[in-house]
């Protein structure tokens, strides 16, 4: 199977060397800029489970022929440009898997090229990029999820490809609350870490803390259930926890975009999650917070 990864980032950098470097036929579409330093030195991933360094990768800054699997690792305000550059390589029988986060990014895959065409995925992994272009990986978290989203689409063909990879992809048979889950628990931890500027372990050790990050949990979960996704007992329970647990260092890569005054995917995420509470009217006044104090920020810095 012909897998095209949009960018060579953290995300779709990691899966992507790890496919290639399992002998899977992996192309890599990057900008002129990646392609360079790719070119210079190869793509090196940093990880505590085994680095992986691949002197060489196939790569290309324009995607001309079609591939069976497309991999689409980008920012959320990439979206339009993501999807225009792998037109070309969508063909008749091509399947795209998004690893974007939330919920809002489907809706305008599924009217550029289908539903059928559109695949549900969700990857949780912690991943940056230091200066020299390597990916780092933060931590031995690498769970890939995916999933069909209509009776029409072959999604075993894709997990079958995507095994190789030592990742551990796993098949849901509900990918649509799979990726309600995560978008619950995302804008949660990213809405409190941005909120306080501060690890969720520093949040829980003060004196209301973890109360204000399990008002916000609840708020979110709140909005799943009144979509019709509510969360399972157990992943509601392990999500608190790690939502008040006072020994992580953990922080959402919101607020490292934020810290770096960079654009972050706060509209695609918390927005979004707004968006929904109040059309369904459900009260969320932790969320409203978190997400003007983020408007508030992209005023104050003029990013995007």
């Known amino acids: 199977m012909k897998i095209l990864v949009l960018g060579a980032g953290g995300i779709g950098g990691y899966f992507g060397a790890r496919l290639a470097a399992a002998g899977q036929d992996v192309t890599f579409l990057v900008r002129p800029a990646r ?13 505590p489970l085994g680095d992986c360094i691949l002197p060489k990768i196939h790569f290309v800054t324009k995607a001309e022929q079609s591939a069976d699997l ?13 999807m225009e550059a792998i037109t070309p390589a969508v063909g008749p029988g091509s399947l795209i898997l998004p690893l974007l986060n939330g919920l809002r990014h489907m809706d305008d895959l599924d009217a550029h090229f289908g539903q059928d065409r559109v695949l549900g995925g969700s990857c949780h992994i912690g991943v940056t990029l230091n200066e020299a272009g ?7 978290l690498q769970r890939f999820i995916l999933g069909a989203r209509t009776p029409h ?9 995507l095994l190789p990879g030592g990742f551990g992809p796993v098949l849901s048979p509900d990918i649509t609350q799979t990726m309600w889950d995560k978008f619950a ?32 949990f609840d ?29 992580s260092s953990g922080t959402a890569s919101m607020l490292r975009d934020l810290q770096h005054g ?3 995917e706060h509209e695609h995420i918390l927005g979004d999650m707004l968006n929904r509470a109040e059309k369904l009217a459900v ?15 992209c005023i104050l810095t003029q990013a995007p």
């Open 262 to 264: 960079a654009r972050t």
């Open 185 to 216: 628990f995302l804008t949660a931890y990213a809405g409190i870490t941005c909120l306080m500027r501060a690890s969720i372990g520093a949040i829980a050790a003060t004196r209301n803390g973890a109360a204000i990050a399990l008002a916000l």
């Open 70 to 82: 497309i991999l689409l690792a980008c920012k959320a305000y990439d979206l339009a440009s993501a």
């Open 153 to 161: 689409q072959q999604a075993e063909a894709a997990h079958a490809a």
């Open 283 to 297: 009260a969320t006044p932790v969320l409203k917070i978190a997400h003007a104090h983020l408007q508030a920020y």
């Open 35 to 47: 392609a360079e330093r790719l070119a210079e030195h190869g793509l090196v991933v940093r990880s």
């Open 219 to 247: 708020e979110c979960a709140a909005v799943a259930k009144a979509s019709g996704h509510p969360l399972g007992q157990d992943f509601a329970d392990s999500s608190r926890a790690m939502m008040t647990d006072v020994k």
């Open 134 to 140: 390597e990916i780092l990986h933060l931590n031995s």
